[in-house]
C-alpha cells in the first residue's frame, strides 16, 4: 500500500496531461505565456476571485503574498503555532518576526480566542493556515483583522476546494498563497503555485515582483525575484482543476469510511470534524504511544506519516526565538500524538478497510 498514488491523477488524465503537453511544447511560448493566463484565468474563477497570479511554489507564494501585502522588515506576524513550518518561514524570510497562537482542540487551526492576546504594536499581518483540508475559522479572524487594521494572509496549502461560509477558502482573508506541490490536493508535476486575492493592488504588486520588480522588460520598478510559474505546470494544472471537486469528494468518501470503521478505538482520537467539514488533505487521528502503533503498522505494511513531529517552535531553526517546550502545549501534544493515515482521491475502498483492520488489531494486541 502507497501512503499517497503520485503517479495516478497523471494516469487518469493522461491524454488530456499528454496533449497539454505537446501543445506547449509545439507552441514556442515558455515563459508566462498563454498556458498561464488560461491557468490564472481558470484557477480565480474556481475560487471566486478576482485575480490570480501564478508563482513559482508554496512558500514564494507566502513570501509574495506577505510583501505585497505591506509586510515589512522588524514586523510581528501572527502564525499557527501548530503548522508547517513554511509559513513561520515565509514570515522570516520577509524580514518580520512569527508570533505563534495555539490552535483550537476541535480544528487544529489557529483559535481565533487567542489571537488578540498575541497583538502588539509591531504587528502588522495574521497568516492563517487551513491545515489538512479543513478552513480556520475565518470570520472571527476578518473581525479581529479590522479592528485592528491587520493585513490577513491564508496559506491554503492544504485546503484547495474548501468551503467555510459558503465561500472558497483563497477567498477568505485579503489576500492567499496555493502550493501546488504534487502531493497537494490539486497537484502540479513539479513545483507550482499562487497569490489569489480580490484586491488589485495586492494582485499587481506580486505579479510585478514575481518577474524581476518589472511590468515592462528591463524597466525595473522594485527589487523583484524570479518567482515565475512554470509554463508547463500552468498548462497541467489547468487540466486537473476541473478534477478537483470530484477528487476532493472521493477524499471524502475514503474519511467516512475511517469514521465508520475507527470509531470506539481506546486511546485513538478521530477528528472532532465531520467528513463534510474538510477536503481531507490529511486524515489524522491521535493516539496514545503513537510511535508503537505507528511501528506496528509499518510491520503489517501500512505506511503513515506524521505532521509534524517537530512543532515550528521547537525546531532547530527558530531556536533564536528562545522558545522552549511547555510554551504552546497544545501544539506540542499533538505533535506527539498525531498519527495520519493514508488518504487520495485514487485509494482503493479496500485499502481504508484494510488500514482499519490493521489499527484495530495493532490497538487489540
Ligand atoms: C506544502 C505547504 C507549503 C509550501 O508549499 P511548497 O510548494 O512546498 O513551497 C506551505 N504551507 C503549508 C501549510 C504546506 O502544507
Known amino acids: 500500500m502507497q501512503f499517497l498514488d503520485m503517479k495516478a491523477p497523471y494516469l487518469e488524465l493522461k491524454d488530456k496531461l499528454d496533449a497539454a503537453y505537446l501543445r506547449f511544447m509545439n507552441s514556442g511560448r515558455y515563459v508566462l505565456g498563454p498556458e498561464t493566463e488560461e491557468f490564472e484565468k481558470l484557477w480565480a474563477e474556481y475560487c471566486g476571485c478576482r485575480y490570480c497570479v501564478g508563482?513559482?511554489?508554496g512558500l514564494d507564494a507566502l513570501c509574495l503574498g506577505l510583501e505585497a501585502g505591506g509586510v515589512s522588515p522588524g514586523d510581528e506576524v501572527i502564525v499557527p503555532a501548530n503548522t508547517y513550518i513554511a509559513t513561520w518561514l515565509a514570515v522570516s524570510h520577509v524580514g518580520a518576526v512569527p508570533v505563534p497562537v495555539e490552535p483550537e482542540e476541535k480544528s487544529f487551526n489557529i483559535d481565533p480566542a487567542k489571537i488578540e492576546a498575541a497583538i502588539t504594536a509591531k504587528t502588522t499581518a495574521i497568516a492563517a493556515v487551513h491545515l489538512f483540508g479543513r478552513p480556520a475559522d475565518m470570520e472571527p479572524v476578518m473581525a479581529i483583522a479590522k479592528k485592528h487594521n491587520l493585513f490577513v494572509l491564508e496559506d491554503n496549502a492544504q485546503s484547495q476546494g474548501a468551503f467555510c461560509h459558503g465561500r472558497r477558502t483563497g477567498h477568505l482573508g485579503h489576500a492567499a498563497a496555493f502550493s501546488f506541490y504534487p502531493a497537494k490536493n490539486i497537484g502540479a508535476f513539479g513545483e507550482a503555485g499562487c497569490v489569489t486575492t480580490d484586491d488589485h493592488e495586492i494582485a499587481d504588486r506580486?505579479?510585478?515582483l514575481r518577474n524581476y520588480g518589472s511590468r515592462i522588460k528591463y524597466h525595473n520598478e522594485l527589487k523583484g525575484y524570479n518567482r515565475r510559474i512554470d509554463d508547463l505546470q500552468a498548462a497541467f494544472l489547468a487540466v486537473k482543476i476541473p478534477y478537483l471537486d470530484e477528487w476532493n469528494a472521493r477524499r471524502r468518501n475514503i474519511a467516512e469510511r475511517y469514521f465508520a470503521g475507527l470509531s470506539g478505538i481506546p486511546g485513538v482520537r478521530l477528528p472532532e470534524y465531520t467528513p463534510a467539514d474538510s477536503v481531507w488533505h490529511q486524515f489524522v487521528i491521535r493516539?496514545?504511544?503513537r510511535d508503537a502503533v505507528?511501528?506496528?503498522?509499518?510491520?503489517?505494511?501500512i505506511p503513515t506519516m506524521?505532521?509534524?513531529?517537530v512543532p515550528p517552535?521547537?525546531?532547530a531553526a527558530y531556536r533564536?526565538?528562545?522558545f522552549r517546550r511547555g510554551d504552546f502545549p497544545l501544539t506540542e501534544r499533538l505533535a506527539d500524538t498525531f498519527l495520519s493515515l493514508p488518504i487520495g482521491p485514487h485509494m482503493p475502498a479496500a485499502d481504508a478497510e484494510e488500514v482499519i483492520a490493521a489499527l484495530r488489531a495493532v490497538i487489540a494486541d
Do not use: A, C
Not at 294 to 301: A, D, M, V
Open 320 to 322: 533564536e526565538l528562545g
Open 55 to 57: 508563482v513559482s511554489n
Open 313 to 315: 517552535h521547537l525546531s
Open 294 to 301: 505507528r511501528e506496528s503498522l509499518r510491520l503489517t505494511g
Open 206 to 208: 506580486v505579479r510585478v
Open 306 to 309: 506524521i505532521h509534524y513531529p
Open 287 to 289: 493516539v496514545e504511544n
